[in-house]
């Protein structure tokens, strides 16, 4: 895991969801998460089963945001859920060993490291800017990397407000991976702007 960690927006238009989408693959785009915060269950049923169709014609995983019965159903590459060692815990009994659990930690390296003895396969960390998209406080330090690098032994995500100029000094603090969805979706150029952020990880 390392690079450009793409997150979905909440769009009801697949079509243009796909095209996008495809364009930050082409840009270079590590990982898809799916997410999709207002969708119906069988618009997110459509929506994830096409893009687990792309992200495979592109060799990259599909994440699936809280929803596990979903990920279940089209045995999706992984999922992710809020920090809590409950909740990590639970979805490693539930997905097995082989699936990606990825879990939002905040600002707080307790839950980090919660998340990993409860088996999460990876963290994520923020708001670190603001965001136009997630609404949380924006409270998450940047020296929390290098704290984590010494206690944490998982890739770290970092999230909120990325842009390429934002999230360059967090990947030099130690950060595997820089998650987008502003950015990325909202770019006049999208696989333009995908490259430019995964080209941080070259």
Not at 10 to 38: I, M, N, P
Not at 65 to 87: F, K, M, P, R
Request: some cysteine; aromatic content about 6%.
């Amino acid at each position: 895991m390392n690079g450009l960690y793409l997150v979905t927006p909440d769009w009801d238009d697949t079509e243009r969801l796909l095209h996008v989408t495809e364009q930050a693959l082409l840009g270079g785009a590590a990982l898809v998460q799916y997410r999709h915060k207002t969708a119906t269950a069988a618009q997110r049923l459509e929506q994830a089963t096409a893009l687990l169709a792309l992200c495979r014609r592109h060799a990259r995983p599909l994440i699936i945001n809280d929803h596990a019965d979903l990920c279940i159903a089209l045995d999706a590459d992984g999922l992710h859920v809020g920090g809590t060692d409950a909740s990590v815990a639970q979805m490693r009994a539930l997905l097995g060993p082989d699936k990606l659990i990825g879990a939002s930690c905040y600002g707080d390296l307790q839950l980090a490291l919660s998340a990993q003895r409860s088996g999460a396969s990876y963290i994520a960390f923020g708001g670190f800017y603001p965001s136009r998209v997630k609404q949380y406080p924006v409270t998450t330090a940047p020296d929390i990397l290098a704290q984590a690098r010494a206690v944490i032994d998982l890739p770290v995500v970092v999230i909120g407000g990325m842009t390429v100029d934002n999230a360059r000094p967090l990947v030099a603090l130690g950060a595997q991976m820089v998650a987008a969805i502003s950015s990325v979706y909202g770019a006049d150029a999208p696989q333009l702007a995908a490259r430019e952020i995964a080209t941080l990880f070259d």
